[in-house]
């Protein structure tokens, strides 16, 4: 089964900008889609970014613009860069990996939390 660990979370203020980072413990060649979701403290988990096998990426509406999904084969990473951050954004977020037989593996979370 395919591992995923999350790195770069921590304390920003408002404004400022984090990186997260994943590494599966394969390859991500051939996964369907490769994404972030988060979970805010009394929330629900929720979708943020995601990217397909052809390239096609998505994000949730209220990070448009601000975040930016990006993948590294060669390193089996996939990256969440996060700008213009909001205390809003405040969240632990987890990295996933859906293969072709639509199964789901999640990494442990990170915590980001934005807050002056």
């Known amino acids: 089964q395919v591992q995923l660990v999350e790195f770069g979370g921590g304390l920003v203020q408002p404004g400022g900008s984090l990186r997260l980072s994943c590494v599966a413990s394969?390859?991500?060649?051939?996964?369907?889609?490769l994404g972030w979701s988060r979970q805010a403290p009394g929330k629900e988990r929720e979708w943020v970014a995601r990217?397909?096998?052809?390239?096609?990426?998505q994000y949730k509406e209220a990070v448009k613009g601000r975040f930016t999904i990006s993948r590294d084969n060669a390193k089996n990473t996939v990256y969440l860069e996060m700008n213009s951050l909001k205390v809003e954004d405040t969240a632990v977020y987890y990295c996933?990996?859906?293969?072709?037989?639509?199964?789901?593996?999640w990494g442990q979370g990170t915590q980001v939390t934005v807050s002056s």
């Open positions: 990217i397909f096998r052809g390239g096609d990426i």
């Open positions: 996933y990996k859906q293969d072709m037989m639509g199964r789901h593996s």
């Open positions: 394969g390859s991500i060649v051939d996964t369907y889609s």
